[in-house]
């Protein structure tokens, strides 16, 4: 069965700090892994993804993610955050193998950033 | 994304009462999902369809029906809500095949928080 773990419920960083989204995941075949971000009374928008290829994927906002099948993980990364990142951070997981896979989410991260 | 709508954005109702909720989307996707998101429990699936003739349960479908009445809209109802229903409701789509890659990210509208008293 596909899962996905985010250790963190809250993430507290300093703005211009970087700062790193944990997600790790457990799935059957090759992984697609997504990552979303939740503002409040917003529905869920799209960060970025990882299908193949490039183990470092850049994607919206300047976040970044970093797949590494060795230790199932796909972090969510941002070099120098603001303020504004400061939402709730989903990990998702799907199945590469053919037919229909449901997409599998964390539990989600809250993400503070300080001033 | 407002490619992405629900109906209604809010929504309080009393036990054993009928609700429906609606999506529309104009971003000509096949797929569509409806999602139930409850506090520390991330987004459980209910209900999804590939197209009009094609529906299918989800995880959590029991208490749950829906209809989709064309490939831009699809509706989840509560047949007679109950105190547990409580939650946000997010409608999402997604375009399956695309270019022979499965990619089928999905996109999603801004929710609908649904109150049973």
């Known amino acids: 069965a596909q899962s996905v773990a985010q250790p963190e419920d809250q993430v507290n960083v300093a703005e211009g700090n970087p700062l790193t989204v944990k997600c790790t995941y457990s799935?059957?075949?090759?992984?697609?892994l997504f990552w979303y971000v939740q503002y409040p009374n917003r529905g869920l928008q799209f960060l970025l993804k990882?299908?193949?290829?490039?183990?470092l994927v850049k994607g919206s906002y300047g976040f970044e993610a970093e797949f590494n099948k060795s230790q199932t993980s796909f972090h969510l990364k941002k070099p120098s955050a603001l303020v504004s990142d400061s939402a709730l951070y989903f990990c998702?997981?799907?199945?590469?193998?053919?037919?229909?896979?449901?997409?599998?989410f964390g539990t989600g991260t809250r993400l503070l950033v300080s001033p | 994304d407002a490619d992405v709508t629900q109906t209604p954005r809010n929504r309080i109702t009393k036990t054993g009462k009928r609700i429906m909720l609606e999506c529309s989307q104009t971003?000509?996707?096949?797929?569509m999902y409806w999602y139930r998101q409850d506090p520390g429990l991330g987004l459980r699936l209910i209900y999804y369809?590939?197209?009009?003739?094609?529906?299918n349960k989800g995880e959590i479908s029991d208490g749950y029906s829906v209809s989709r009445q064309a490939q831009a809209k699809f509706s989840l109802s509560l047949e007679s809500a109950i105190p547990n229903q409580t939650a946000l409701y997010f409608c999402?789509?997604?375009?399956?095949?695309?270019?022979?890659?499965?990619?089928?990210?999905?996109?999603f509208g801004p929710g609908t928080r649904l109150t049973v008293l």
């Open positions: 999402a789509t997604s375009d399956g095949l695309a270019g022979g890659v499965s990619t089928d990210t999905q996109y």
């Open positions: 799935v059957s075949g090759n992984p697609y």
């Open positions: 990882y299908i193949t290829g490039d183990n």
């Open positions: 998702a997981v799907r199945g590469g193998n053919t037919g229909f896979q449901k997409l599998v």
């Open positions: 971003k000509g996707h096949d797929r």
């Open positions: 369809s590939f197209d009009v003739k094609d529906i």
